[in-house]
């Protein structure tokens, strides 16, 4: 029965599902403080990541050991960021409804507000992307996590736009056509993600002169 041999494609698929399913779950009962999803997304990174270079161990353990190594600095970058984003929010929701209900100048003026606003939210939907990946397998300051976040989402901008794309799909499509696909939801769009990402991630962190060291883009530890 080759089919159902632990090396073949549909175990392989099957054993990535159940992965995705439980990172899922993890990640989701560890979130639920919410000050806490910085440090629960970074885990969850950090086990895709290893799921992805074939360099697993076991899920629970390394989830929970990355959770707890990356708490501290995951946080920081998590209360720098949410702030930001229901900022961002509620002042995109203002301009819509303010230009929604003007005419003539003030319509044209609210109309440019809105572009630098959905501009504002482009670049913080980058680093939002691509932060907590980049937390879980590099050494560095938290202003310098934010600075390379936004080079490297920038630098490799199709592979930023194919990461878009995956969350936006799960999303909608357990929104709009199949609710049970919830039970995978961020576990399986990290580790799609973390595929896409991984030679990106290989490449921002490798350093010839010593391949132990974690090195962000703008050559800071």
Not at 26 to 40: D, N, Y
Not at 87 to 111: E, N, Q
Not at 146 to 170: C, D, E, P, Q, W
Not at 175 to 190: H, M, N, Q, S
């Amino acid at each position: 029965m080759k089919f159902f041999s632990y090396d073949s494609k549909f175990s392989q698929i099957a054993l990535a599902l159940c992965q995705a399913c439980l990172l899922n779950l993890l990640w989701f009962v560890c979130s639920l403080p919410v000050f806490t999803i910085g440090a629960s997304t970074t885990a969850l990174y950090y086990v895709c990541i290893k799921i992805v270079r074939g360099e697993e161990q076991y899920v629970i353990p390394m989830f929970f050991r990355s959770f707890k190594q990356n708490f501290r600095q995951a946080t920081q970058l998590w209360l720098i960021l949410a702030p930001i984003g229901v900022l961002l929010a509620a002042d995109g929701y203002i301009l819509y409804h303010l230009r929604s209900h003007s005419k003539g100048t003030p319509a044209v003026f609210w109309t440019l507000l809105m572009a630098l606003m959905i501009g504002a939210a482009i670049l913080y939907t980058i680093i939002l992307m691509y932060v907590f990946p980049l937390t879980a397998i590099v050494t560095n300051t938290t202003k310098a996590m934010l600075k390379n976040s936004f080079l490297i989402g920038t630098h490799y901008l199709f592979a930023t736009i194919m990461v878009f794309a995956v969350h936006f799909a799960i999303f909608f499509v357990t929104v709009r056509f199949f609710t049970p696909l919830i039970i995978f939801g961020e576990g399986l769009a990290a580790m799609l993600s973390a595929a896409l990402l991984n030679n990106v991630l290989a490449a921002v962190s490798y350093d010839p002169e010593n391949e132990n060291s974690k090195e962000g883009p703008d050559g800071s530890n």
